[in-house]
């Protein structure tokens, strides 16, 4: 039975992703796309890396927020009005993230791995957050209300709590709750 539920979240996630991308494509959402590059490479290493470290069900919320961003960035490159201009501090801040994949790289420790893939993944977050706070209108909540939603979807498959099971998840719903509250905010602000 647990399985299916992390199958269901890892859907409603997709779904959400899939929203996302078709707001992209037809330029309502504009992605940043050093978040969307790095949040692709990130999480499809956390996948790996937690599957090699012995997690079952739990990664399928992980491989989703993987995948996903690679739909995103699809769509973004079909129209070209649908991305965000990029500054210093999306620079900087892709640089640091490709910095911590070559550190796990370096280790290749499964649980190194897993806080090198979320320090990638956090770091590639903070210019979506920013934007978000200063644009809201340039986003989309749908694939963070999903994300939030798949991630813990996880938490149903874990049998043994380790931190390869555990420690991506978490991750996934605290930063995914991050980037959507403001888009909340900001909306609310408009109304």
């Known amino acids: ?3 299916y539920i992390v199958i269901a979240g890892s859907l409603v996630g997709l779904f959400g992703m899939l929203y996302y991308a078709k707001d992209t ?3 309502s959402t504009k992605p940043n796309l050093v978040s969307w590059v790095m949040w692709c490479s990130a999480d499809l290493i956390g996948t790996a890396a937690s599957v090699a470290a012995g997690a079952t069900w739990a990664a399928l919320p992980t491989f989703v927020a993987g995948f996903g961003p690679l739909i995103v960035i699809i769509a973004s490159l079909a129209n070209k009005k649908a991305y965000w201009k ?4 999306d620079y900087l801040c892709g ?3 490709a910095l911590a994949l070559v550190l796990w790289v370096v280790t290749k420790a499964p649980s190194v791995a897993i806080v090198f893939a979320i320090a990638t993944d ?3 977050a903070v210019p979506t957050v920013i934007k978000g706070w200063r ?3 340039t986003e989309s909540s749908s694939a ?8 813990l979807s996880a938490f149903t498959a874990i049998t043994v709590w380790t931190f390869p099971e ?5 991750y996934l719903v605290a930063i995914n709750a991050v980037i959507a509250f403001p888009l909340f905010l900001g909306r609310l602000a408009k109304k």
């Open 122 to 124: 956090a770091l590639a």
């Open 1 to 3: 039975m647990l399985p």
């Open 144 to 151: 963070y209300v999903a994300g939030i939603i798949s991630a």
């Open 95 to 97: 640089s640091l993230s």
């Open 166 to 170: 555990y420690a991506f998840p978490a």
């Open 135 to 137: 644009h809201p209108e």
């Open 25 to 27: 494509f037809f330029g």
């Open 86 to 89: 990029l500054g210093k501090l």
